[in-house]
């Protein structure tokens, strides 16, 4: 029996997606619950999996295509075995070959490639790599992008003329080692840059800045780490005491939790905390619901699983959505100061930097402190320089007294 393998409908927010790669092709049996295809909206990565085991019988759509809910991508032939007798006597003669010396197959050397992350697969599959050669520096040996743009540089850059030299790009300039190259914008790198335009189009956005000291939370870190790691499964960073520090800043100034609603102000009344993670695919947001219910640990389990799903193009689309409050952290990077932008509808983003140590005067005498400097940028349409201002002192006094978290104070 033949089955209509076809695009799950897609939520209420997303109008298409973009076919980015098959991983099976016509004659190839699959399994039941197999993925098949990556479809890339501008919010996630979705995963078709197969309805049936079987084998594919035609691609109706092919990568790079734009497809809606409900559309068809393929016909599979239930139940039938045709491909594996032929992949049978392939895996025969691929032994042979091995035993007589010859060199493996490509394809056997790609076989790896269903593990790589979307964004690292389409970048493999446009320049036709062998994605077996590229030696991979990410966690258990995984192939991320900044290895697949190493492994190119020699052969893009005119270094290396040889046969296995892939073939141009258009809108390559191949002229005397300066070149060129374009690719189209994913999806969500897209719709962030739409987002982050109509931010600064819509909003009346100012931003202000304080300092922290965080001796206090490094002595805390020091003192508790290995009891916390053991206890929780998770390390404790600083990403947990700013959540929480903003949680009990949110309560004494609502307005920040708020947002625009044509006329209206709404004021949320629950504290669902954004964390900006960076990816190849552009900037995503997961979400911590009711972040002030959460303990330390889950704070830091629940970031640190986000931030590797990110990365693999994993999250759904309940992950990323609402949020009443953003932090992103520039730091990791180096950053020591910068203007975040709103993530709208939100009217409030804070803005982590990098901890350096420098001198400050403390009663009177000038210490070596590890200082932070805090950005937010707001919405001055509903909050007043006095409350964003306000906001960013209690932030402060939260880290550099952690006790005020427990006392709520």
């Known amino acids: 029996m033949t089955i209509e393998v076809r695009v799950p409908q897609l939520p209420e927010s997303v109008a298409d997606a973009t076919l980015v790669a098959w991983h099976k092709k016509p004659g190839d049996a699959v399994n039941r619950d197999e993925n098949l295809v990556d479809l890339e909206t501008d919010k996630v990565v979705l995963e078709v999996p197969a309805p049936a085991a079987g084998v594919i019988k035609e691609l109706k759509v092919q990568n790079g295509a ?28 691929e032994v042979g070959d091995r035993a007589a010396g010859k ?12 593990k790589l992350a979307p964004s690292v697969r389409r970048l493999v ?34 270094v290396s003329a040889g046969a296995d030299a892939p073939a141009p790009v258009a809108g390559i300039a191949a002229a005397a080692g300066r070149t060129e190259r374009r690719v189209p914008m994913t999806r969500l790198r897209a719709r962030v840059a739409e987002r982050l335009v109509q931010a600064q189009s819509t909003a009346a956005m100012l931003t202000t800045f304080n300092e922290v000291d965080l001796k206090a939370v490094n002595e805390l870190r020091a003192r508790y780490k290995d009891r916390f790691e053991k206890e929780h499964g998770a390390r404790l960073g600083f990403m947990s005491f700013f959540v929480k520090a903003c949680v009990e800043a949110l309560r004494k100034f609502p307005m920040v939790n708020a947002s625009v609603d044509g006329s209206d102000i709404v004021y949320h009344e ?3 905390v954004g964390v900006a993670v960076s990816t190849d695919r552009g900037l ?70 990098k901890i350096q140590e420098r001198p400050v005067v403390v009663s009177g005498e000038v210490v070596v402190r590890p200082m932070m400097y805090l950005a937010l940028s707001y919405d001055h349409r509903i909050i007043d320089g006095r409350d964003s201002v306000q906001f960013l002192v209690a932030v402060k006094e939260a880290l550099e007294d952690p006790a005020r978290l427990l006392l709520q104070v």
């Open 270 to 272: 629950y504290y669902d």
């Open 66 to 93: 734009t497809v809606t809910s409900g559309q068809v991508l393929a016909l599979l032939e239930e139940g039938a075995v045709a491909a594996a007798p032929a992949k049978a006597a392939a895996a025969k003669a």
């Open 125 to 158: 599959e446009e320049h036709k790599l062998d994605a077996g050669a590229i030696p991979g520096s990410g966690r258990d040996g995984r192939i991320t992008k900044g290895d697949v743009l190493a492994h190119m540089a020699p052969k893009v850059g005119g």
């Open 103 to 114: 060199d493996e197959p490509a394809a056997a050397k790609a076989a790896g490639s269903d």
């Open 284 to 353: 995503v947001v997961p979400v911590l619901r009711d972040a002030d219910a959460m303990t330390f640990g889950e704070i830091e389990k629940s970031v640190v699983a986000y931030a590797t799903k990110a990365r693999e193009g994993a999250l759904t689309i309940d992950e990323i959505t609402g949020g009443t409050f953003t932090i992103t952290n520039g730091g990791v990077f180096g950053s020591l100061l910068s203007t975040p932008i709103l993530n709208m509808p939100q009217s409030a983003i804070l803005g982590m930097h």
